[in-house]
């Protein structure tokens, strides 16, 4: 079996890099690499036509995202090669051999994103990744080892496991429980923006009751 290249066995995270080419009439040929290279004449994949530019996957099975892909190569279409994306196994019936696998989820998960996948059946029948589309324009019939739809790790969350660091002062609440407990020293905001607050007083207790009185000289305003 061919392993996947410049796979990091520390790092389970690694991005698959898309870019197309264009040839007037003919299919457009999506092509699918582990390189952030991109040859010319390939054109990288714009967003504002519902492609895919880059996307994260994982080298090996982690947490939920255990399905397996294979990206299959054909040399055999000239004069460029040509990619296609599988859940299976690639045909040699064309010249496919294995390029590179990675994992994914079938689900949704947390901080994840849905791409869809199709396999064109004109020559020499590419596959397309998109995020919008079901059969991403190349196919509307039912899903299966070269049509369908799987989930990514979002950039934010790259491991599926990172943690979110909790707020010092997140669900603080003075008066839990029937009962008011001492206050907070300052108002702490850990996103480092700046809050202007602005208090109009109408009067002060002067009564000898403590109540966490934050003005600590009783007068009347």
């Known amino acids: 079996m061919k392993t996947n290249p410049n796979t990091n066995k520390t790092d389970p995270l690694l991005t698959v890099y898309m870019s197309k080419l264009v040839q007037g ?17 390939w054109k990288v994949c714009s967003t504002e036509h519902d492609e895919v530019s880059s996307f994260q996957a994982f080298s090996h099975p982690c947490n939920n995202y255990t399905s397996r892909m294979t990206v299959c190569v054909s040399r055999e279409y000239r004069p460029y090669p040509s990619w296609m994306i599988t859940s299976g196994l690639c045909d040699p019936r064309h010249g496919w051999t294995q390029e590179f696998s990675f994992y ?18 004109q020559r020499p029948h590419p596959s397309r990744l998109c995020v919008k589309t079901p059969g991403c324009g190349f196919s509307s019939g039912p899903d299966g080892p070269l049509k369908g739809c799987f989930y990514t790790p979002l950039p934010s969350d790259p491991s599926s496991a990172a943690k979110t660091k909790a707020s010092k002062t997140s669900g603080f609440n003075p008066c839990s429980g029937g009962a008011c407990g001492r206050p907070a020293v300052r108002p702490l905001v850990d996103t480092g923006a700046m809050v202007f607050v602005v208090f109009g007083i109408l009067g002060v207790n002067r009564s000898e009751n403590r109540e966490n009185h934050v003005i600590g000289d009783m007068v009347r305003v």
């Open 25 to 41: 009439g003919s299919t457009t040929i999506y092509r699918f690499s582990l390189n952030t290279s991109i040859p010319s004449p």
């Open 104 to 121: 994914v989820a079938a689900a949704p998960q947390q901080n994840s994103r849905r791409l869809y996948f199709a396999q064109c059946h």
